[in-house]
Antibody
Framework: QVQLVESGGGVVQPGRSLRLSCAVS????????MHWVRQAPGKGLEWVAV????????SYVDSVKGRFTISRDNSKNTLFLQMNSLRVEDTAVYYC????????????WGQGTLVTVSS | QSVLTQPPSASGTPGQRVTISCTGS????????VYWHQQFPGTAPKLLIY???QRPSGVPDRFSGSKSGTSASLAISGLQSEDEADYYC???????????FGGGTKLTVL
């Protein structure tokens, strides 16, 4: 059974950093690209970043470029999102989801982890 | 303002057929496949349609997707009360070099 479990969310002050993790089980992470998607309270879904299965291709939404870094450790079946210089508008539930691989993208989602940026 | 435009709301009565549109441009829907997601309050999204019109296993055939030019649609036939949820379209945008989501459509079953 496939499971994606996000962790690392919490309350942080503007300008500080946070690192999210997405632990994957039930499929081999190295076979899949992976996404981060976020949802601000009461708002719609916003795609944040994607990394190919081997890490050779990475893309970010403009609003996080230069501040967020997506990475992965395939040996530990874990995806990461390093978030620096956090802003109030980064407050959201952050989801990880599968990317291109042995099936359609966005087939598997985690339960999400809440990041609150507030002074 | 989302790159993909969806109506903010839609509604129907049980048994009816409803459609939700998703309008984009040549750089996104016009040249890439469309995915649709269903989301209930407080839960993670669930993939409903991929590659424009394909259903993952377990998704009822009441749900169908289509694409024409720079627009896509999600149709739900035989509407049920359990279909009341938010629906999002998404696709890759070659100009933005990233994925884009529609603003979402809240479906109400009257």
């Amino acid at each position: 059974q496939v499971q994606l479990v996000e962790s690392g969310g919490g309350v942080v002050q503007p300008g500080r950093s946070l690192r999210l993790s997405c632990a994957v089980s039930g499929f081999t992470l190295s076979n899949y690209g992976m996404h981060w998607v976020r949802q601000a309270p009461g708002k719609g879904l916003e795609w944040v970043a994607v990394m190919s299965n081997d890490g050779s291709h990475i893309s970010y939404v403009d609003s996080v470029k230069g501040r967020f870094t997506i990475s992965r450790d395939n040996s530990k079946n874990t995806l990461f999102l390093q978030m620096n210089s956090l802003r109030v508008e980064d407050t959201a539930v952050y989801y990880c989801a599968n990317g291109r691989g042995d099936g359609p993208e966005f087939d598997y989602w985690g339960q999400g982890t809440l990041v609150t940026v507030s002074s | 303002q989302s790159v993909l435009t969806q109506p903010p709301s839609a509604s129907g009565t049980p048994g009816q057929r409803v459609t939700i549109s998703c309008t984009g441009s040549s750089s996104n829907i016009g040249s890439n496949t469309v995915y649709w997601h269903q989301q209930f309050p407080g839960t993670a999204p669930k993939l409903l349609i991929y590659y424009n019109d394909q259903r993952p296993s377990g998704v009822p055939d009441r749900f169908s997707g289509s694409k024409s030019g720079t627009s896509a649609s999600l149709a739900i036939s035989g509407l049920q009360s359990e279909d009341e949820a938010d629906y999002y379209c998404t696709t890759w945008d070659g100009s933005l070099n990233g994925w884009v989501f529609g603003g979402g459509t809240k479906l109400t079953v009257l």
